[in-house]
């Protein structure tokens, strides 16, 4: 089994930054894929980033391109995501994933990955 655990939500303003954080317990070693996902209230869950084990490359969502920055440290089973300029749109519920699959092809849906976080409360004021 693999256990998730996200770290870093809070609440900021508008043009303010946050660094989130996913560790990874248990059977690290079967995880490959791994992704962020965020969930707003009354709307469905919506894909953020995603990232292969070795690192490269990072995909995200057009919302959060160039403004969010994905990386991974596999020797500290930790992921992390870099939010810059956090807008009010992307308050929400941030959610790590991973997949036992190295390389996900269909890394933008949440089906392609095995194991999830509880989530981390992320909330942006104007």
């Known amino acids: 089994q693999v256990q998730l655990v996200e770290s870093g939500g809070g609440l900021v303003q508008a043009g303010d930054s946050l660094n989130l954080s996913c560790a990874v317990s248990?059977?690290?070693?079967?995880?490959?894929?791994m992704g962020w996902f965020r969930q707003a209230p009354g709307k469905e869950r919506e894909f953020v980033a995603a990232?292969?084990?070795?690192?490269?490359?990072?995909y995200y969502a057009d919302s959060v391109e160039g403004r969010f920055t994905l990386s991974r440290d596999n020797a500290e089973n930790t992921m992390y995501l870099q939010m810059n300029s956090l807008k009010p749109e992307d308050t929400a519920v941030y959610s790590c994933?991973?997949?036992?699959?190295?390389?996900?092809?269909?890394?933008?849906?949440?089906?392609?990955?095995?194991?999830w976080g509880q989530g981390t409360q992320v909330t942006v004021s104007s």
């Open positions: 248990g059977r690290t070693f079967s995880t490959g894929s």
């Open positions: 990232i292969r084990r070795n690192g490269r490359p990072a």
């Open positions: 994933a991973a997949s036992v699959q190295v390389l996900v092809t269909t890394y933008w849906q949440p089906s392609a990955y095995n194991y």
